[in-house]
């Protein structure tokens, strides 16, 4: 509880103790009180000897010496009665004491004036109120709970990177002999769930100093200065622990790009709060060694004074992990659950392109669950795919009614897609082919690449464009019918064609010119800005145009070369509903050693009939 707060409490408190001892008083100095009626009752025997009128208010002595106290509602009317039994009697005017009176008038007006000084305070976000008080959590080597660069995998060279701001905070004499100052702040900047804030708790864990961790967002309130306030809150409290470590999450929340363009007070608060945060990051002294570590996903917006040497001397990218880098990832994650001995975790790390270390621990976890739900002692590769599969395309729809049209469309649309994927060059290897409905999706064909790829060449995009269009062309050949069911992969395929044309220069006829300009993101997440004329954009869309015709017409003409084998594999996946790679290379094979002149039923259509049960 801060001063000011404590200081109202005793001024109220002191307030009361001096309204009841008033009161106690009151009732100590107050004559024994009787009745209206015995009062007159006495007085018409004689029995009154004097009394002093204070408004209604009647205090007085018997014949006997015995005070009393009653109340008259008609004192105009009672005192000719005392008048004539000869009754001593006294009045005065009637009014408060001099306690009461000031208790009454002055209580409620300093009541009203603490609230409006509190309130104003609040307004101002001063440090009388509470709004401006630092919101950090801290976590000390004492708590037991420290992160080492044990429990980050996945990035080697982030760790390698930071791994010198830990020996300077550990041995600062070692660098400071040769001239050399630490850091003052490293900036992690990555795609959500990469593992940003694990490293930074790494840093601290490692160096065994105290780990101060706020968002950016915490510094932002509706009150003008409570942001500027919380900054220098912060600081002064991490100054006092140094050495340590300030964490602050999405920095980009506090420390956006400011432009001179808004409106005048639009963006007073935060602009306050970054320029108090620049301050303090230049305000250390040669003997506080305090280390800001920054994290973001959208460094393009932070403003140019934050990134500048001397503020955020280091910017770290967190990618996401290779291969190796996933399955050193799920081998920490690991730990935590019983694994079924001998399990090779390189296969679900293969499995796994493009997964974050978040999205990886959220797959043990998945994993672990499945193996308890169906009473397993331990968690085995069967668990991670499935896991895998809810993760990607969501839980089974057990419960969904699919005619059996639908069906039969679908396991020809999925084996359209496994063929071309089977047969074309460059093609990442197939691995599962379902027509079991999850999430959306009716069904699915897997691929998985070998190794991570940086690198596409054209040969490799054009048959991942082709790969695309079997579904469509499979559903063309057998029931001559046109469904939405291949609408998203019609609109991946045209927006993968636009990119190789506009952006990746892989068009003869537009040439190596990228068009794409900007773009208005960094890590991820971003839309291309577009910068050409019309008369190019025309061009591009006819060029878009003619190489998806061009690979949509080449896709039909292999499926209709393989037409029979089409249809052995669409009536396995009826029979099946899952295979994996194994079992399609099975079939192929099959076909192929006992039906050599396959190629020979190339015409053969189904006829589609909506009706048929």
């Avoid at 063309?476 to 190789?500: C, H, K, P, Q, V």
Wanted: proline content about 5%; aromatic content about 6%; charged content about 25%.
């Amino acid at each position: 509880m801060s001063n000011y707060y404590r200081n109202v409490l005793w001024l109220f408190v002191a307030t009361a103790v001096a309204v009841a001892a008033y009161n106690i008083w009151n009732l100590e100095t107050t004559p024994p009180p009787v009745e209206y009626s015995v009062f007159l009752e006495a007085l018409e025997e004689g029995k009154i000897a004097k009394v002093h009128l204070k408004g209604g208010e009647i205090r007085g002595v018997d014949t006997s010496g015995d005070p009393f106290s009653t109340f008259s509602p008609d004192v105009s009317g009672l005192v000719p009665k005392l008048i004539e039994k000869k009754v001593v009697v006294t009045a005065e005017q009637e009014k408060k004491s001099g306690i009461a009176s000031l208790l009454e008038n002055l209580l409620p007006m300093a009541v009203i004036l603490a609230g409006w000084f509190i309130f104003m305070k609040t307004q101002q976000g001063g440090k009388a109120s509470g709004f401006a008080k630092s919101k950090e959590r801290v976590l000390t080597p004492s708590d037991g709970k420290g992160v080492t660069f044990e429990d980050v995998a996945g990035i080697p060279e982030a760790k390698e990177e930071l791994q010198e701001i830990v020996e300077f905070l550990k041995n600062p004499a070692k660098y400071a002999r040769l001239g050399g100052r630490i850091p003052k702040g490293v900036l992690l900047q990555g795609q959500p769930g990469t593992g940003k804030t694990l490293i930074a708790k790494a840093i601290a864990g490692e160096a065994q100093v105290p780990f101060y961790s706020i968002s950016g967002s915490d510094f932002v309130e509706m009150y003008v200065g409570v942001g500027a306030s919380r900054v220098r809150e912060l600081f002064k409290e991490a100054k006092r622990s140094s050495p340590c470590i300030v964490f602050i999450d999405e920095i980009d929340a506090v420390g956006g790009r400011r432009s001179g363009g808004e409106v005048a007070g639009s963006h007073e608060e935060r602009e306050q709060t970054l320029n108090a945060l620049l301050v303090e990051m230049d305000g250390f002294e040669s003997g506080e060694t305090v280390v800001i570590v920054g994290a973001t996903n959208r460094p393009d917006i932070l403003d140019p004074a934050l990134l500048r040497p001397g503020r955020f001397d280091r910017q770290v990218t967190i990618p996401l992990p290779d291969i190796k880098g996933r399955l050193e990832i799920l081998k920490v994650h690991a730990r935590r659950i019983v694994l079924m001995p001998g399990l090779d975790l390189s296969e679900v790390a293969r499995s796994t392109p493009g997964f974050s270390g978040a999205e990886l621990s959220n797959l043990v976890n998945e994993a672990a669950l499945l193996a308890a739900r169906h009473g397993k002692d331990a968690v085995d590769l069967v668990d991670f795919e499935e896991a895998k599969d809810k993760i990607l395309m969501g839980v089974e729809r057990k419960s969904v009614v699919i005619s059996e049209d639908e069906r039969r469309m679908t396991a020809y649309h999925e084996a359209g897609h496994a063929l071309m994927a089977k047969f074309l060059p460059e093609a990442d290897p197939l691995h599962k082919i379902t027509i079991i409905p999850r999430g959306r999706a009716l069904g699915l064909t897997q691929q998985l690449p070998i190794d991570d790829r940086h690198v596409y060449s054209r040969e490799y995009l054009l048959s991942r464009i082709k790969i695309l269009f079997g579904g469509r062309a499979a559903e063309e050949i057998i029931f001559n019918r046109r469904t939405t069911g291949a609408s998203n992969d019609i609109l991946a395929a045209t927006d993968l064609a636009y990119r190789m044309i506009s952006e990746w220069g892989m068009d003869d006829a537009v040439g190596p010119v990228a068009y794409v300009r900007a773009q208005e993101g960094y890590l991820g997440g971003a839309q291309a800005v577009r910068a050409m004329s019309e008369k190019t954009a025309q061009e591009i869309d006819r060029e878009v145009k003619g190489l998806v015709n061009r690979c949509y017409r080449e896709t039909v003409d292999l499926l209709r070369a393989n037409n029979f084998l089409l249809h052995k594999l669409a009536e396995v996946l009826l029979l099946h509903e899952t295979i994996d790679a194994e079992e399609l290379d099975l079939v192929v094979s099959c076909v192929i050693a006992n039906k050599p002149e396959y190629q020979e039923k190339s015409d053969t259509i189904i006829p589609f009939h909506p009706k048929r049960g």
